[in-house]
């Protein structure tokens, strides 16, 4: 198994609040923290608020993002996964990430990096041959940047439909470590998905792999399962901590 690239701030005390309730998701001394929300619509405006924060637009409940008492863009130290099932490994963001870390890669080893760039030259120098069968002036781009030569390949992670569940959601996990995506992945509804014993063998892996995970679920359940850190919010919108 490939050891993780992520050299973010495993041990960084991380603390997520939401403006309306007294309590907070802390990710101090608990890579796992779970939500549970009773209220249908409270949860869709949360996990709305969530992906719009993420991806930098307005929401409607007020999220905060400490690191190490500091106020940190949410934007940038989190990543949310509405579905894993049907989720695209290879968005944009991810695909582009994976690029930069295979490019740089490269630039850091000298010997790779001249033998990547010799066949670059190499592949220039048949483009006057390759166009010669035109009358026509035509020009290009002979500064052949690594990262467009890795585009070309369409350099993607293999992605298998017939996963489970389970086998997706780890997929995630190791997605997210490998690329250093982000501090905090966030997932949805698990619990609807997984069975206890499922949970338990992806709970002991996000603790492994040192994740910090908030998991967001729309049943209100005060038993815990192997390491949880629970925030739940009743109907009455009383919130409280069970650990």
Not at 88 to 111: A, G, P
Request: proline share 1%; net charge negative.
């Amino acid at each position: 198994q490939k050891s993780d690239r992520f050299n973010g701030e495993v041990n960084s005390n991380m603390i997520i609040k939401i403006s309306t309730f007294s309590n907070h998701i802390d990710f101090t001394n608990n890579e796992l923290n779970v939500l549970e929300i009773e209220d249908k619509k409270l949860f869709s405006n949360i996990v709305t608020s969530f992906y719009n924060s993420i991806n930098d637009e307005p929401s409607k409940e007020t999220l905060i993002l400490l690191k190490n008492n500091e106020v940190v863009s949410i934007s940038k130290c989190m990543f949310m996964i509405m579905d894993i099932y049907s989720y695209d490994f290879n968005v944009k963001k991810i695909n582009n990430k994976l690029i930069s870390i295979l490019e740089q890669n490269i630039i850091n080893d000298e010997d790779l990096r001249y033998d990547v760039e010799k066949k670059i030259y190499e592949l220039a120098n048949l483009i006057p041959e390759i166009t010669s069968v035109f009358s026509l002036d035509l020009i290009w781009d002979n500064d052949i940047k690594i990262h467009k030569l890795l585009n070309l390949f369409s350099i993607k992670i293999d992605q298998n439909s017939e996963d489970s569940y389970l086998h997706r959601t780890l997929r995630a996990i190791d997605i997210v470590r490998e690329l250093g995506l982000c501090d905090i992945l966030v997932l949805c509804n698990l619990k609807s998905y997984l069975d206890e014993e499922e949970l338990i063998e992806l709970y002991k892996y996000i603790k492994y792999k040192e994740q910090k995970t908030l998991i967001l679920e729309s049943k209100v359940d005060e038993k815990t399962i192997y390491d949880e850190r629970k925030m739940i919010i009743d109907y009455y919108f009383n919130d409280y901590i069970i650990e």
